[in-house]
């Protein structure tokens, strides 16, 4: 199981990374879930962070963590905002997330 880690570490990145570089699509969601472009910023930075560091072995918890915390988050937005099909899939990272744990 451990040796899965990497891709998804690697994926939550990626999908940090789009965040932090605007994508109107990710602003368009966090706008419609009430968030300023700075909260997803930060959401977004989490993201990246994290993923990085559940690609290794060494900084895999502490990146599982910080995924998780940011993922939580958002998905307690999404929960609010009644919108289960972002849910779900936010719910499935926070689960990777606690797995690396």
Do not use: N, Q
Not at 40 to 45: Q, R, T, Y
Request: charged content about 15%; proline content about 2%.
């Amino acid at each position: 199981m451990a040796s899965i880690f990497p891709y998804i570490g690697t994926a939550v990145a990626i999908a940090g990374g789009d965040k932090l570089a605007g994508d109107k699509s990710y602003l368009g969601l966090f706008r419609h879930l009430g968030w300023s472009r700075g909260d997803m910023k930060l959401a977004a930075g989490a993201e990246l962070a994290g993923g990085l560091m559940m690609t290794i072995k060494p900084t895999r918890r502490m990146g599982s963590a910080l995924v998780a915390a940011a993922s939580a988050c958002v998905l307690y937005s999404e929960l609010r905002h009644g919108d289960s099909k972002l849910a779900t899939s936010r719910a499935l990272v926070l689960l990777a997330a606690l797995s690396g744990l």
